[in-house]
């Protein structure tokens, strides 16, 4: 790829180890060289968006074809088709709760090229006493009932996850002794169904993974090339896929699916919404550089992490261009994206967008940059309002504005923040999340059970 593009050297990111010479940055004072974001009501020939009608038929475009070409890559107009097989169904309980579980595998046609199978593991769990179709919270991992469930990995950031080997490098991270229920109870409880989606199952989370899973099936096995999608945009397009068959189940309200995920699975999880218009509602975790951080921003893990070994594979390859320090166009830095994180949010406007962060002291790292989060978020407020919809309250500019304190929410609007007292994980927000969804959804909660 570095060859394609004429890049000779990336710069190294920097380090998460604070003692270290290349250290990341955690002073303020440096943390924004950058300071100006591209506006995001104004289109590329300098005319203000005014209009909901300018912002979906000129604006969004606009913004969508940067982040396909630059940033994330092109999803590819024949990717072949999926079909959907119940592997197996079981009664169940969660809680108190009588459910319904399906197993899932969604078999990609691979006939383009035999010799790479992917079979999109999904499961569906609703509630059995429900009086009509159910929103559903689809979750990248999480945490399903043992009668369909898949043989582990388990995923990071996942409170009351069962015990497996680690997934990505991270392992399941304990729950506190006194923990809310996992997310699946607090869901079923409140009359929502719960789908799981494995997105191991559908591209591998690695750089030699590229010439398999669905982006390699699609290009039979051979290399990228600079605009094709990565692992985010196919993580992405596997949950657009368990959506098209929970379109299908008429015990589903398909108008009312959400999508979720931690860590680099809440990257992905902005990444769904921001690209599928069917998706009325996410919950965006720790999401951090590649998800809701600014990159423009100099404070904990950069775009030089992103384009380096570990990263790359989550992006286009044209995103290598903004790690170059020598290459035939010269060099480039964050400063010259066309985009930044602000308009990935944008995209999911008017729909129910909640962002969520825990603490740098019970091990939400300060390397996610949720101060960066924030003014993100802050600057995507002016399309949230243009689209009718209530954003986070917060009137300060984004270069000023500044994080409520822990454990105060933001959530009277369909824009939403709360940054938790917990770790890297979402737990200890679903209590909140549930109730500012229901109240959007006009969803009646656990009155919806017979």
Known sequence: MMDQLGIKALRPGPSGNEGAPNHANYDETGANPFPNLPDVLTLKNGKRVTTARMWWNQRRPEIVEDFEREVLGRIPKKVPNVTWEVVKAADAKVGEHSVIGKQLLGHVDNSIDPDIQVDMQMTLVLPADAKGPVPVMMMFGGRTIPEVAFPPPTFPGRAGAPAGPPAAGRGPMPAPANADPPAIEQLIADGWGVATINPWSIQADNGAGLTKGVIGLVNKGQPRKPDDWGALRAWGW???????????????????????????????????????????????????????????????????????????????GNFLK??????????????????????????????LTFISYGVPEKGDSKWLDHQGSFMAAVAAEPVFRLLGARDLGVTADYHAARMPAVNVGLLDGQLAWRQHDGGHTDAPNWKYFIPWADRFLHHSGAAGHA
């Open 238 to 316: 596997g949950a657009s896929r368990g959506l098209d068959y929970l379109e299908t189940d008429k015990a589903v309200n398909a108008k009312q699916v959400g999508i979720e995920g931690v860590s680099r699975y809440g990257k992905a999880a902005l990444v769904t919404m921001a690209f599928d218009t069917r998706f009325a509602v996410v919950l965006i975790g720790s999401s951090g550089e590649g998800g809701t951080k600014l990159h423009r921003r100099n404070w904990g893990e950069a775009v030089e992490n992103l384009t380096g070994s570990g990263e790359y594979h989550w992006m286009a």
């Open 322 to 351: 903004y790690g170059a320090s020598e290459a035939t166009f010269g060099s480039k830095t964050a400063a010259d994206l066309p985009v930044d994180a602000h308009e990935l949010l944008a995209l999911c406007a008017p729909r």
